[in-house]
């Protein structure tokens, strides 16, 4: 079950994006496992991609297209991730954007290819083949929706995220989907996001615009630390609903569409927390008072990653030692442990590096029961703070991926 | 349930060593928690402690404590780890070698302090200090099973190696013990192992000795990642039972006590990941081919803590996907996939990067299925080798430490 509010929102329809799905049973039956993005004419399109070495066949083949141009169709297949299946691997991929440029009458390299799912055995190229057009019969720009469930693997629920905000008198939308629940702990961008707006943005703004925001959604968030050979998240901006292109960084407009854009993509990264394989909370592990900002996020890590800390908050036991024990191997050089703070929620429980004498199991007890937890750390030596957001380790964690592909 | 066969060996008695025991209910009643070592006068002492900086009060006297010599005694309680106990935890454990020495009429520095337990709670000094004359008097030579059975917390069974060899016709003896179940992710040793030789060897030769072996062993062996506040590992060389001193590295004496040392710490340290929290397995992780022993360690360690990869360990699972996954997030540079070879065991599963031809779900599921699985990972760029022992993630480890404490 996932944590907290995950309810979709009104999926506010983008001008320049239409959708479409079909069931070509990539792997289960009865599932709309095909879906499609089209974008209009003069979209411009950024992308980022997982860092991971073993990185998917789609992710290859994605990159070097995006390095060709802009795309017009996303093409995206669950139920398979096409990842550590070598050569063949890679001319599927090649052969799925080929065929459905074909059918659309593009180039082949303005499709992107996406793939999720199990790792290492061959797509059914047949049956995927055979839902291209279907697919590309059923696009309409309403579809978000569907596209959202279309993309879940172990997720539970749909994720999405939607606005609409004014630009000099004139209404646009910001509208995007995510998925993913487990081997969530993105190096990049998590598998998969897609977020599109109508507003006129130049190219090379709209990269700057996504890298500037995953840095702070898709990357500063665990579920497990496994880092997926697949991460990939696409930020369009169509310009279909007019007004003059953006740009430049100093156009008032451009900060306005970096703030709608930070908040679209945390919701949707958090929503993939909320939705983390067997998470029964969620937690914020806010680090301040830093030297830098990468010790911060060292510790934050380290204490998100740490299984006895999940299993910890897993069973609401306010088991601190455990939290400082992370922050402790956290590599983090000459740090003076007694000048540590570290509270849950409102409670402090660490105080200068021990125990904080008005500390008591009460009040600890009382925040770990919350379903939405924050662990914040002072290390009282600079300025620099960092958050990362992850959720707990309980049984069904364990259920869910030893039961996986079974 | 342990993994394997963790039989405590018969404990050949060393000379210049006498253990001692008490209950003297540091957390529970009804349990020798309270364990005393005294060394003949001349045993040369080593040391090695965690690394992590939020190391426990015992820890900090220790390593001073063997700065200004060769200490006499330790003293070792269960239930409690003095550690987040800022500076009335340190006085606790300066209070204790303090009390010991009076009672033994030696100096406060010839006594060293462990603990381990629960982070972050003040020890129970009366029980703890009451209990010290009872422990003294106690002390005998044939004590090793009854230490090793006092320093357990989550373990489930007693751990210890014993060996005897010759040195020039005369028969020495090498003896451990060790304990350690979870937050077991050694940097430097773990909590807490204690060896002990009667051969003669010089001091600064039993240092080197000990952190040569220990490399190879408990800083090569993970359950969850987490790196413990007190881990702890001492090695004494009585000299009790005769022949002059080894003073030399090149004295061909040397390189026999080096051979039985670094078994009996490979097998100290194997019995921690064959009594992992939880473990159903026990799994080896050999990487080779690598450019650097580091790379082939990351490697190693990155399979070795993947949620995902023990999960499936647990499910018998050959999801071979997780562990390519685990390889190419370990963060090595330049790592080209397409040379990259997997085996489990004797089956390879993963070949240039792909999926192995021959390779059959079938063959992938008869190893995995077995209790004891090496996964060997060949990187095809070079000589470096490096090995790695954890164990699977089951809904015990989850259970053992969401019930910890309550």
């Known amino acids: 079950m996932a944590v907290g509010d995950v309810t979709m929102p009104q999926m506010h329809v983008v001008k320049g994006v239409k959708i479409g799905s ?3 049973y990539v792997r289960y039956p009865n599932r709309r496992d095909l879906v499609i993005f089209e974008f ?12 991971n070495a073993f990185c998917a066949a789609p992710v290859h083949v994605s990159k070097a297209h995006l390095a060709e141009g802009n795309p017009r169709y996303l093409v995206i297949n669950t139920g398979n991730a096409n990842a550590g299946t070598g050569p063949t691997g890679l001319k599927n991929a090649q052969d799925t954007c080929a065929k459905l440029a074909e059918l659309a009458g593009v180039n082949s390299f303005e499709v992107l290819p996406f793939s999720t799912g199990v790792i290492g055995e061959q797509l059914p190229m047949e049956r995927l083949l055979a839902g291209l057009q279907p697919a590309l019969n059923s696009v309409q720009d309403a579809a978000w929706s569907d596209a959202a469930s279309g993309i879940m693997t172990t997720d539970t629920v749909p994720k999405g995220a939607s606005e609409q905000f004014e630009l000099d008198g004139m209404t646009y939308t910001m509208t995007g989907i995510s998925k993913g629940a ?3 702990r993105p190096n990049m961008a998590t598998m998969l996001s897609f977020v599109a707006t109508d507003a006129p943005i130049r190219r090379d703004l709209v990269q700057k615009l996504l890298k500037t925001t995953v ?10 630390g496994d880092t997926s050979t697949n ?9 279909q ?4 292109e ?25 929503l993939i927390v909320r939705d983390g394989e067997g998470a029964t909370k969620f937690i914020t592990v806010a680090v301040e008072g830093g030297a830098n900002t990468q010790e911060c996020c060292d510790i934050a890590y380290s204490i998100a990653h740490s299984p006895l800390v999940k299993t910890a908050l897993f069973a609401s036991d306010p088991n ?6 992370a922050i402790g191997y956290a590599g983090v050089k000459d740090l003076d442990v007694s000048k540590i703070q570290v509270w849950l929620d409102d409670v402090q429980i660490c105080k200068d590096g021990g125990a904080a004498e008005d500390y008591t199991e009460e009040a600890g007890a009382r925040v770990m029961a919350q379903t939405e937890i924050t662990i914040r750390v002072d290390l009282g030596r600079g300025q620099a703070k960092d958050t990362v957001y992850t959720c707990d380790l309980s049984y069904d964690y364990v259920k869910i991926n030893a039961d996986y592909r079974s």
Do not use: P
């Open 231 to 239: 991460d990939s998240c696409i930020f369009v901006a169509t310009g």
């Open 241 to 244: 609903a007019g007004g003059a």
């Open 40 to 51: 209009a004419e003069g979209s411009n399109v950024a992308g980022v991609f997982t860092q």
């Open 246 to 270: 953006i740009t430049s960084e100093s156009d008032v407009r451009y900060a306005k569409v970096l703030e709608v854009l930070a908040r679209v993509m945390n919701r949707l990264a958090q």
């Open 22 to 24: 079909t069931e070509a």
């Open 182 to 184: 487990g081997m969530i």
């Open 215 to 224: 840095e702070h959604s898709f990357n500063r968030i665990t579920i497990d």
């Open 320 to 325: 601190w030692g455990r939290i400082l024990a």
